[in-house]
Every structure is written in structure tokens, then in C-alpha cells.
């Protein structure tokens, strides 16, 4: 495994309690029924559908989305993150198949998912393309990946996140850690270039015969700054196979 990942996996491993205390938090806050609102932007309400939420973390689109009556899996670079995530579903009462895997390398049955969800993960993978030809690969004909994502590198150039609530997340990392982050943020973020535009380059060149960018759902998911508060304008990014 490329070292950059082993970095994100002890990283995020850190992290996981902390984070699934906090996304039983979000379920319980009127984020969940943004967050619903949202992929009823994308998703066909007629039927059942077979989705793969891809860096599922501890499990907050996943549950989500099973509760809804979806067949959900959810995968994860992090052991100790699917632990939680395993955790969080039993709190919940949500079934949820969880498995430890690598979003650019998934061991799953091509065009077996009907949709493909994910949500603050592209930013660390060093190799989106790859990824992206992955995740083509495992949807239906018909089928849509969900992107919510930002250019995390490029705000972290920036610095100028808002003040933020002392109950925040970003409040709560230690020092060491909140190094860590920014120090993996810029190494991947080297790879990368300007977002969302080059995730439809790279979307269109992989297949997928229709993209789109939605720049406003930040504010309607963050529009008040609380705990959960995003202080880097997400995106999401929509493409059908």
C-alpha cells in the first residue's frame, strides 16, 4: 500500500470514536433530513435500490440510506472506521453491510449497484481517475454516483476558516493531529487539480454520459454555523452511467 495511504488509515483511525459520536449527533439534527433532501435530488424514489456508499466512515450515508428501505454497503480504507461504522448501524437499528476496502480498488461485482454515494472522500485519494473508472465500472447501466466533496487543499491555501463553536470537531483535534491533517491535505491535494472541474473532466473521459456540479447545497446543508458545520464550501458532483 502507497505510503500516503498509510498515513490516512492511522489518521482517520485516530479519529474514529470521536467521529462516530459525532455523526450520531448529526443523525439526530435536522441535518439528517437536509441530507435526505439531497438525494432525493438524484435518486428514484420508485423502488429499492442496491447502493455502495464508498468512504462510508462510520456509517452516517449508509444508515441513512438503509432506513429509507435501500440495500446499503459501506466500505472503508479504516478498520477501526468500520468498526464504529458496525457500531453506530447496531445503535441505529440500521442493516448495513460493512467491508474494509480501498475506494480506488474495490473487490466488488461490476454493475451490481444501482447508485454509488460518498461524501468527503475524493479529496484524499491520489488517484481519482483510477477510482472513478472503478466506480463506473460497479454501477448499473442507469445508475448515478453522488459526489459531495470540496477542494480541501485550495481552502487550506486560503486560511480563512470562520470562527467556529467550541464544540466543533475542528476545535476538539489536537494540535499534532490538525498538522497531520493539513500536512496530508497538501500532499494529496499536489496530485490533484482545481475542483469541481477537473471531477467532470474526469468523469466524462471515464464514460459516464451525464455530469453535473451543484455549488449551492453548502448552503443548504450549512446554514448556520454549528457542530457540524462544513467551513470549506462542498460541491457535489452527479454522474450517470
Given amino acids: 500500500m502507497e505510503p500516503i495511504k498509510d498515513r490516512v488509515i492511522r489518521y482517520w483511525s485516530r479519529r474514529a470514536e470521536g467521529f462516530e459520536e459525532q455523526r450520531l449527533h448529526e443523525y439526530d439534527s435536522d441535518k439528517k433530513e437536509r441530507w435526505l433532501a439531497e438525494f432525493d435530488r438524484y435518486l428514484p424514489a420508485d423502488r429499492k435500490l442496491n ?10 450515508f449508509a444508515c441513512l440510506l438503509a432506513e429509507r428501505g435501500h440495500d446499503v454497503t459501506g466500505i472503508d480504507l479504516s478498520p477501526e472506521m ?14 448495513v453491510r460493512f467491508l474494509v476496502m480501498d475506494a480506488e480498488t474495490p473487490d466488488l461485482p461490476s454493475e451490481s449497484f444501482d447508485a454509488i454515494v460518498t461524501r468527503n472522500l475524493t479529496w484524499t485519494l491520489p488517484d481519482m481517475q483510477k477510482a472513478y473508472r472503478e466506480w463506473y465500472r460497479l454501477l448499473k447501466d442507469g445508475g448515478v454516483l453522488i459526489n459531495f466533496d470540496a477542494d ?39 496530485l490533484h487539480r ?48
Fill in 152 to 190: 480541501y487543499s485550495a481552502a487550506l491555501e486560503k486560511d480563512d476558516e470562520p470562527e467556529l463553536p467550541e464544540n466543533h470537531a475542528h476545535k476538539l483535534v489536537p494540535q499534532e493531529m490538525k498538522a497531520e491533517n493539513d500536512a496530508i491535505t497538501m500532499e494529496i491535494g499536489s
Fill in 82 to 95: 468500520i468498526k464504529h461504522a458496525a457500531h453506530m448501524a447496531g445503535v441505529l437499528g440500521a442493516d
Fill in 51 to 60: 447502493i455502495l456508499d464508498i468512504g462510508t466512515g462510520t456509517g452516517f
Fill in 194 to 241: 482545481p475542483r469541481p472541474q477537473w471531477d467532470v473532466q474526469l468523469l466524462t473521459e471515464t464514460g459516464f454520459s451525464e455530469v453535473t456540479v451543484d455549488t449551492e447545497v453548502y448552503k443548504r446543508i450549512y446554514a448556520e454555523i454549528d457542530e457540524f458545520y462544513n467551513p470549506v464550501p462542498i460541491f457535489t458532483v452527479a454522474a450517470y452511467r
